[in-house]
């Protein structure tokens, strides 16, 4: 069974920047793709970052690329969101996820939320002007 908890949301002015902490414990992520998503009042869950664990490749939306990266620390089985210049549209409960076996499937398929077999509990990020 895979745990998922995230850390280091809260409050921010516009431009300002975050840093999202994802702490992935279970078995073995060789073959996983870890993703991030958002979910804004009254609006649906959205994709915002993937990356495969095994070489690190990473795969982003078009309204954060440019200002937010994904990253992971294997050793520390963590994945990391940085999050720059952020807009109060940037508003949102943000959410990890791990795709138990991302590794084989195409990089379009990455956002999908149905995709992803593991979910945590999310983390706040709100962005004031």
């Known amino acids: 069974q895979v745990q998922l908890v995230e850390s280091g949301g809260g409050l921010v002015q516009a431009g300002g920047s975050l840093r999202l902490s994802c702490a992935a414990s279970?078995?073995?992520?060789?073959?996983?793709?870890m993703g991030w998503f958002r979910q804004a009042p009254g609006k649906e869950r959205e994709f915002v970052a993937a990356?495969?664990?095994?070489?690190?490749?990473?795969y982003y939306a078009d309204s954060v690329k440019g200002r937010f990266t994904i990253s992971r620390d294997t050793a520390k089985s963590t994945v990391y969101l940085q999050m720059n210049s952020l807009k109060p549209e940037d508003t949102a409960v943000y959410y990890c996820?791990?795709?138990?076996?991302?590794?084989?499937?195409?990089?379009?398929?990455?956002?999908?939320?149905?995709?992803?077999?593991?979910w945590g509990q999310g983390t706040q990020v709100t962005v004031s002007l």
């Open positions: 996820a791990a795709d138990r076996e991302g590794y084989f499937k195409s990089s379009t398929t990455y956002s999908r939320r149905s995709n992803y077999d593991y």
């Open positions: 990356i495969k664990w095994s070489g690190g490749s990473t």
């Open positions: 279970g078995p073995t992520f060789t073959t996983y793709v």
